[in-house]
């Protein structure tokens, strides 16, 4: 004898799958949003990136801004913070730059870790900089922590590193200095990475697609059900 499942658990299945639906149709219809939000975004920072440089604002100024500045380095105050770029691993060399009206923190480039110092060509002098104006990264990475008092930097925490140098700034923004056509030196400038990780199209149609698949199979089910029945 067959035995047949009281109404009330198909309906409570059906809403189940119904509810699951909803969710899975929600999520992807999201990462739609977020596709749109994030091509928006690409398209702004690449406006402001390869747009003609703009004197370098005091206090803030918004990411991958093309900025220029004059002034002089000091590089007895400079930091190195640890880096994996396409060159190999090493340091962003981090030095600040005293202008008229503000000192700013300058990313000059990256050095491989074998490079000994001697062999760095540091800009002297009056100097005009051009670069992207780049936001600071507080404490560190998920794994690494930056650590002032044994000089272990892993990302530009700019309150921490004036705080530890004892450098009076209030801009809150340092800046990836540009690379020159002939620069082959290091530090070597110019390795901003301006391509943001964007997968939402794939997400969105994953979720989708989970839908139609559990769609598809509430369809068979319930058909299936009928025959039965009959």
Request: proline share 6%.
């Amino acid at each position: 004898m067959t035995q047949t499942r009281a109404p009330w658990v198909n309906i409570t299945l059906l809403g189940l799958a119904a509810l699951v639906l909803t969710v899975l149709v929600g999520l992807g219809t999201w990462q739609v949003k977020r596709l749109a939000w994030k091509q928006d975004l690409i398209a702004q920072i690449e406006a402001r990136a390869f747009a003609a440089p703009v004197p370098a604002p005091t206090g803030a100024a918004p990411a991958y801004l093309n900025v220029t500045i004059t002034g002089r380095f000091d590089h007895s105050q400079s930091l190195r913070i640890k880096a994996v770029t396409e060159i190999g691993a090493g340091f962003w060399i981090m030095a600040p730059l005293t202008a008229d009206t503000q000192t700013v923190w300058v990313n000059l480039g990256f050095v491989p870790t074998e490079l000994n110092v001697s062999n760095w060509v540091l800009p002297e002098g009056p100097h005009i900089l051009t670069g992207l104006a780049r936001l600071p990264i507080a404490n560190g990475t998920w794994l690494e922590k930056n650590d002032p008092s044994t000089g272990r930097w892993f990302s530009p925490d700019l309150e921490a590193m004036s705080a530890h140098m004892g450098i009076n700034t209030n801009t809150h923004y340092y800046i990836d200095a540009a690379r020159a056509d002939s620069d082959v030196s290091f530090p070597r400038a110019g390795l901003t990475k301006l391509t943001l990780r964007n997968t939402h199209l794939s997400y969105a149609l994953t979720w989708y697609a989970m839908a139609a698949l559990l769609l598809g199979g509430v369809v068979y089910a319930v058909a299936d059900h009928r025959r039965s029945s009959h």
